[in-house]
């Protein structure tokens, strides 16, 4: 009886070589879905972030405008418009440099 150093041949490295790369390509796509998942998540998240600041936004001008349709009638709102250089642009409201005080 003799012993050999391959009692199966290359069958067995081959196999064995061939799960190492199913487990491994698996491994790395079960991470990429994982991170598309994740940004996907994110992105959502910053999507409805940017509708709540553009919201705001909105209402901001309309408040600018309203204070500057109001100073010169009103002295406060003057003052303010005055103190922060508040200005109409394209129908909203701008805001210029403020003069250093």
């Known amino acids: ?7 199966h041949g290359p069958f067995l490295p081959l196999l ?3 799960l190492s790369l199913v487990l491994f390509f698996g491994w790395q796509i079960h991470l990429i879905r994982e991170r598309n998942a994740a940004l996907r998540t994110t992105m959502e998240k910053r999507v409805e972030a940017r509708s709540r ?22 002295e406060a709102a003057g003052a303010i418009v005055k103190k922060y250089g508040i ?11 403020a003069p250093a005080e």
């Open 16 to 18: 064995l070589f061939g």
């Open 87 to 97: 200005s109409l642009r394209n129908g909203a409201a701008a805001q210029t440099e």
């Open 1 to 7: 009886m003799t012993t050999s150093s391959q009692p």
């Open 53 to 74: 600041a553009e919201q705001f936004l909105k209402k901001f001008e309309q408040v600018a405008t309203d204070v500057i349709r109001l100073a010169p009638e009103d």
